[in-house]
């Protein structure tokens, strides 16, 4: 869960932590690219769907759910 020495949009909270694509946003340029100058890199945005117990545990009620917008770049496929 290291923090890139980059700019990212990515909450740490949620890196490496599975969760469910709820919907496509659109493409938009990635900011992580842009904010260095390096070029919009457009990408889909998807809303994410986290069980709240799969952030924080047997804190969070079960009941309750965190929903992230990610890019492309920072999701991976589960296995």
Do not use: I, M
């Not at 493409?27 to 952030?55: I, M, N």
Request: charged share 30%.
């Amino acid at each position: 869960n290291e923090h890139p020495p980059t700019y990212t949009r990515c909450p740490r909270y949620v890196r490496g932590l599975r969760g469910q694509v709820q919907r496509d946003r659109g493409v938009w340029p990635l900011p992580d690219t842009a904010s260095y100058g390096l070029g919009d890199k457009p990408q889909h945005c998807y809303s994410v769907r986290f069980a709240a117990t799969e952030l924080w545990g047997s804190r969070a009620d079960p009941k309750d759910r965190v929903y992230a917008d990610l890019f492309e770049d920072y999701l991976e496929v589960a296995s």
